[in-house]
């Protein structure tokens, strides 16, 4: 660092003509001494602007220990951030909730006389499935169970079918006219990009090829219809606030450490859509997540359990929508839990396997198993209860629940290497939480469909 000088009133004028030859070589050494540190200065400058994620990335290499100072705005949230220490949670809410109970029917008169979330699920080979898996060229290898292997393909061809009523069937032509001159943007996790990549494949096979153009994978990705002049987005926020986890491929992380306090990186993003689908919820079941408020200065984490990280999050969020959202001008989803299928002995008593090998539906009337977490439900019908009609509630948890059969298993491109032993019995490294498509996600956009 550079020295303070002291002041001119300390430095007594030097009169003698033996030592001005000094005196000169002292100040032209000054000068260019002072000319190339301001010039290294401009250089870092203009380099952190340039280039802010290679220093940062240099900057975690080499001073892991050192935690990050956030309370600066060209500090960011990202999987380099460190907490300088870590204590208990403190009690610090991020709003006061209202405890009305959400409206789980998504606020509108059409599904106020149709409760299109009570059902069952009825076998159709006639109408199923609404599209090809080898048709949509924006297909997820992780997501293309028939190209990854699998030969059943029953669990393509099921219908949701309501008690009482019947949905609005699927039009393509009819849902691009809803979308015409919008912005449709899902934002969430891995589930809710199955989501958007189902409404994609739905969409894009009546836009021709020169009409239609998909952006690089990122934090916003993004599917234009030229004709139509909108677009149907996927952001990737999988814990709503910020996070350390914000980056769409490296966030495989030891800590989850969000800023429970702030979504106004995301909401730069959200406030251009027109319609916003959200999720969040299995991000919160890995553990202890550390909160880094916005006015910690220190990096010093509070640590807490994942459903009152999720709460706090969750609040948040709803502060952004009843504060930012006009609900005459933007409609906002939220898509409750997404189930998983890890432990087959919940529908089939002692048996020990999981979803891997599931070809049929669970025949079981309100079934519900142990990857829909019932106190995590009622804590997101509380904080939504504080949203009245901002907000339409997509209940896909109870039909998701008995598809046992609808998920990748090992029909799927997975990135580990798997041992001898693993690959000898398929159930151990089976994907029991997403969902193959076509399949289970497009019904959610069936879903999305009648609401609109």
């Known amino acids: 660092m550079m020295q303070k000088w002291s002041s001119n009133s300390s430095i007594r004028r030097r009169t003698y003509s033996s030592n001005l030859p ?28 340039s280039t802010l994620q ?10 892991t220990s050192l935690p990050r100072n956030i309370s600066t705005d060209l500090a ?23 405890n009305s109970m959400p409206d789980l029917h998504g606020g509108r008169s059409y599904v106020d006389e149709c409760d299109v979330f009570n059902g069952k699920w009825v076998y159709d080979d006639v109408s199923y499935p609404l599209y090809n898996e080898s048709d949509c060229p924006y297909m997820s290898d992780q997501l293309a169970c028939k190209k990854h292997g699998r030969l059943d393909l029953d669990y393509q061809k099921w219908r949701w079918q309501p008690n009482n009523c019947n949905l609005k069937r699927w039009n ?20 809710n990009r199955g989501q958007w990549i189902s409404m994609v494949c739905l969409l894009q096979s009546v836009i021709p090829i020169d009409r239609r153009s998909m952006s690089p994978n990122a934090p916003l990705t993004i599917f234009k219809a030229e004709d139509y002049n909108a677009t149907v987005e996927f952001y990737w926020a999988p814990l709503l606030v910020e996070s350390n986890s914000d980056d769409p491929v490296n966030h495989r992380l030891d800590d989850r450490i969000i800023r429970p306090d702030s979504v106004l990186k995301h909401a730069a993003e959200w406030e251009k859509a027109d319609i916003l ?12 997540v550390k909160l880094l408020w916005s006015t910690e200065e220190n990096g010093v984490c509070e640590e807490l359990e994942g459903l009152g990280a999720m709460e706090l999050a969750m609040e948040t969020w709803a502060d952004w929508v009843n504060s930012k ?20 002995w ?17 025949d079981m009337k309100n079934y519900w198993g142990t990857g829909s977490d019932l106190p995590t439900m009622r804590m997101a019908e509380k904080v939504l209860g504080s949203l ?23 029909y799927r491109k997975f990135w580990e290497t798997f041992s001898p032993k693993q690959l000898s019995k398929p159930s151990s490294y089976s994907d029991c939480i997403h969902w193959c498509l076509p399949g289970v996600p497009d019904v959610w956009n069936e879903l999305l469909f009648n609401f609109l």
């Open 277 to 288: 689908v959200f999720n969040t919820y299995l991000w919160w079941r890995q553990g202890p």
């Open 388 to 410: 009245s009609s901002k907000v339409s509630v997509l209940n896909i948890t109870q039909l998701s629940e008995y598809r046992k059969d609808g998920h990748p298993s090992i």
């Open 22 to 49: 000094l005196l000169a070589l002292i100040f032209s050494l000054f000068l260019v001494a002072s000319v190339l540190y301001c010039e290294r200065n401009i250089h870092q400058i203009h380099d952190h602007h």
């Open 325 to 344: 959202v006009d609900h005459l001008s933007k409609r906002v989803f939220f898509v409750t839990m997404s189930p998983t299928h890890l432990w087959s």
């Open 172 to 191: 393509v032509t009819e849902m691009w006219e809803k979308l015409r001159g919008k912005r449709l943007m899902f934002v969430g996790d891995s589930l």
């Open 54 to 63: 290679d220093q940062l990335q240099q900057l975690s290499i080499t001073h």
């Open 346 to 362: 919940e529908w089939e008593a002692e048996s020990k396997g999981n979803c891997f090998g599931q070809k049929t539906p669970i």
């Open 76 to 98: 960011k949230l990202d999987r380099f951030t460190k907490c300088s220490s870590s204590r208990g949670y403190s009690g610090r809410k991020t709003r006061r909730v209202d």
